[in-house]
């Protein structure tokens, strides 16, 4: 076939589409259907072929009972519409008015809106029936994305390099052999040459996963495509529902292995990016290939083990070896648990990697480098450095990093939307989300509001839109699905940062225009929906092209409307189209209808997110941090205000006083808490008066304001007359668990001596540079190499001959030696 040109080798203003931009001007054709006379008896109309049959667009796939349900319909009335929301039997459940919303410019369509949200029912084979024109049929469940999860997961398996695809895991018409493994006519990827001039050796490249609907692997779209997958167990870890990616939930061969299969998944890939490093002793070492991929274009159809091309490594880049670096640090930290030495191994990649970039920080991929692949050019490294320079802190806490990371412009910069080619918003995702990075807090409340900020923007343009998609009408670009998915994971992380559902809302809506809520009655994933995409542009999966092959899988993700028309299909079928509408389920469409990892990683971070159980939102608590406080005699003292989740609107919290010593006194008397910095500690300030006695006083204070549950904390005052006692205690430290850059341990304190202790306070200082990144039983702060532990309240009372524990998990590199010197309260234990 002739050579195909690549769709990610698009500019950075046309692949990273950031909503919140200004619409343009123009004028949408109105599509319509006659306002009927409808009543609740009138029948839903017979299923036909053509999108222009279904004006009603759903989510073909369904709706969750607890998240948003909203529908848009096709017409030109000026006044609302009634609507019924019938269940599978006929049987009319649900019934409202239409919202006119009017021209939606994307799409070139006039539009109501059905927000059928208050129904929360469960059941299959809904429909939704407006004037007489009904919906597609969907589900309310709450299992709705679980297949969804699993099938976008097997995608990567099925474009795996180098392993034969089991027919057990995934039908007898997937099964395949092993791909480039050198076996006829393979000539394989276990001995791969350089481009002339490039390099004088071969290299072991094996394994991977094909990137796209060719059979090339690309190391700049393996590494974003690699850190969605590892970060979404990361973020499902964070929120309780790693469970759903354990071992032996998906269908990967390494299932039953003790390591949740999803890092199975990504360890594919990741095997193979390690490859591609440039072997020590060799110019350039440390620094990654850029890509490797046949001498010229692979035909169409081709299964990899019958492709009989020479296979070639290509000239190393600073974006390739950025790309190695962050993913391997982000391996470092999370496979720790699972594999210590393969976590050791991604560690010293990512620091080489590093290295070498910081010595060769000009090495680009040229743009002519597309014969036989796509060039992924990238003329600005910045974003990849910062990228990189985040993961490299979150997992070993170093100044060097740090430094990197602070003194970059887009570590101050807002949020922009993430592809493969401009990817400092991953760091930034990091830095806000990992627990215990190395930053100042306020570094991490501002890179929160960041994330939060271009998330409403996300939310402000779907607002104006009859489709409710994140992307102006400008955005529709080649692989325009694919931002509209990292959008809706921005909107995702904001929800996981504040709580506040109209995030988790907007994520889902997303959803609803990928799977059929949109311009052209299309699922864009394979499988799901009655009108979905089943010719993508594909090498092995080509079922249009050769009725001998299959069409894709199951969950396969379409790259979706592209206004500009960049292959000879859509050129011939498209002309004219309104953007959201230029899309052709054609094989020869490679500009609307390809596949690739980057866009299924990110199909597959969002149905993890949309497949959790999330209990009803609870009412926010307020929390002070610690439960009791010291306050010296003459002095102050402060302590932290904060809620356990996010309300529904702003709440103000006051501060007072209900019971014991009145030389105690609170000086703050209220904070103010939005859905925005709810988490976001706040301060209360008390002060305790000088008086002559020598009594000790107390008092305890109540926090709390409408729609939250309140809380007390204890406040005493420290006489400035008596001498402190000596401290009879003993201390006990004990390392529990520990990792190639990280420990658990636990610290005992005993009383040993004849009087209880009321209200402790340990102290120690590390000889190494271990930082606490979480603890529990105390509240733990740290100042250098100095820990502060102080009680937790329930445990602050220790009797003589008593012990309190507490716990902490922390980073480290080199040595981890135990504190020399433990205080109780100030005075030295034994």
């Known amino acids: 076939m002739p050579p195909v040109p690549r769709g990610r080798r698009l500019s950075r203003r046309a692949a990273a589409v950031l909503t919140g931009l200004a619409l343009a001007a123009g004028g949408p054709t109105t599509l319509a259907f006659a306002p009927a006379t409808a009543t609740a008896a009138t029948p839903a109309v017979t299923a036909a072929a053509s999108a222009a049959d279904f004006p009603v667009r759903v989510n073909q796939l369904g709706y969750l009972p607890d998240g948003p349900k909203r529908a848009t319909v096709i017409s030109s009335a000026a006044t609302p519409l009634a609507w019924q929301l019938r269940d599978a039997s006929g049987t009319q459940v649900a019934t409202g008015s239409t919202t006119v919303h009017g021209a939606d410019q994307a799409s070139g369509q006039s539009t109501h809106l059905v927000d059928f949200g208050a129904y929360t029912g469960t059941g299959t084979g809904f429909t939704l029936v407006v004037n007489g024109q009904a919906s597609h049929p969907f589900d309310i469940s709450p299992a709705l994305y679980d297949g969804l999860r699993a099938d976008s997961m097997s995608f990567f398996y099925q474009q795996r390099s180098g392993i034969p695809i089991d027919a057990a895991l995934v039908g007898s018409a997937y099964a395949r052999p092993a791909g480039h493994l050198g076996v006829a006519p393979n000539k394989g990827d276990t001995s791969v040459p350089c481009q002339a001039g490039v390099c004088d050796y071969r290299l072991d490249v094996r394994g991977g996963w094909y990137d796209a609907g060719d059979q090339g692997k690309y190391v700049v779209n393996g590494g974003i495509a690699t850190w969605e997958l590892v970060n979404s167990f990361e973020r499902a870890r964070r929120s309780g529902g790693d469970a759903a990616l354990g071992d032996a939930t998906l269908r990967v061969p390494e299932r039953g292995n003790g390591v949740p299969d999803v890092l199975d998944e990504a360890r594919w890939e990741l095997e193979f990016l390690l490859r591609m490093q440039v072997p020590d002793g060799k110019p350039m070492a440390g620094m990654a290939f850029h890509k490797m991929h046949d001498a010229q274009w692979t035909g169409l159809p081709t299964r990899p083990e019958l492709d009989d091309q020479q296979r070639e490594l290509h000239k190393p880049s600073t974006a390739a070896t950025l790309n190695l670096a962050a993913t391997a640090a982000q391996c470092a930290r999370v496979y720790a648990p699972y594999d210590a030495a393969f976590a050791a191994r991604c560690l010293d990649a990512a620091r080489r990697a590093w290295t070498a970039a910081k010595a060769n920080p000009n090495v680009l991929a040229p743009a002519a480098d597309s014969t036989g692949g796509g060039a992924y050019e990238d003329s600005d490294v910045s974003d990849e450095f910062y990228w990189a320079a985040a993961e490299l802190l979150a997992t070993t806490g170093e ?24 990817t400092a918003t ?33 939310l402000a343009t779907m607002a104006g839109q009859g489709y409710a998609v994140p992307i102006p009408a400008d955005g529709y670009v080649w692989g325009s699905n694919s931002a509209v998915a990292n959008n809706a994971m921005v909107l995702a992380v904001a929800y996981e940062l504040t709580g506040a559902r109209r995030y988790r809302t907007g994520a889902l809506e997303t959803m609803d225009y990928l799977l059929g809520r949109n311009a052209l009655d299309r699922s864009y994933v394979s499988g799901y929906g009655e009108r979905a995409s089943e010719n993508e542009h594909h090498r092995f999966w080509a079922h ?42 054609d094989i020869g469409s490679y500009s609307t209808n390809e596949v690739a990892i980057n866009w299924n990683a990110s199909l597959a971070w969002l149905a993890a997110f949309a497949a959790e159980r999330r209990p009803a939102p609870a009412t926010p608590a307020v929390q002070v941090t610690p439960a009791a406080v010291t306050v010296p005699e003459g002095g102050s003292a402060t302590v932290a205000v904060r809620l356990s989740a996010a309300p529904t609107q702003n709440v103000t919290v006051t501060v007072t006083r209900v019971s014991g010593d009145t030389d105690l006194s609170a000086t703050t008397s209220s904070l103010l808490f939005t859905p925005a910095n709810w988490a976001s500690q706040q301060s209360i300030s008390l002060s305790a008066a000088q008086d002559p006695d020598s009594t000790a006083g107390s008092a305890v204070f109540s926090v709390g304001g409408p729609g939250v549950q309140a809380a007390t904390f204890t406040a005493t005052e420290a006489d400035d007359d008596p001498v402190p006692p000596s401290a009879s205690c003993s201390v006990a430290y004990k390392v529990d668990n520990a990792w190639s850059n990280g420990f658990t341990a636990t610290v005992t304190v005993k009383n040993t001596g004849t009087s209880t202790v009321s209200g402790w306070t340990l102290g120690w200082s590390f000889a190494g540079d271990q930082r606490i990144s979480n603890a529990w039983n105390a509240t733990v702060t740290q100042s250098g190499a100095a820990v502060t532990a102080r009680d937790a309240g329930w445990n602050g009372t220790l009797a003589p001959g008593a012990s309190a524990s507490l716990g902490f998990q922390a980073t480290y590199s080199g040595a981890n030696p135990a504190p020399a010197r433990f205080t109780l309260n100030g005075a030295t234990c034994a």
């Open 544 to 585: 249009e092209n050769d009725p001998s092959l299959p069409h894709p899988p199951a969950g396969a993700f379409a790259g979706g409307p592209d206004a500009g028309l960049e292959d000879p299909v859509a050129k011939a079928q498209l002309t004219g189209c309104a953007p959201a509408a230029c899309y052709v389920d």
């Open 426 to 458: 991953l760091g930034r995702i990091t830095l806000a989300t990992v627990p215990g990075v190395a930053l100042p807090a306020d570094d991490v409340t501002r890179l929160r509001g960041l994330l939060t900020s271009a998330a409403d923007g996300c």
């Open 399 to 422: 100044a060097q990093y740090r430094d990197a990371v602070t003194s970059s412009p887009h570590h101050t910069e807002p949020t922009s939307a993430f592809y493969w080619g401009g």
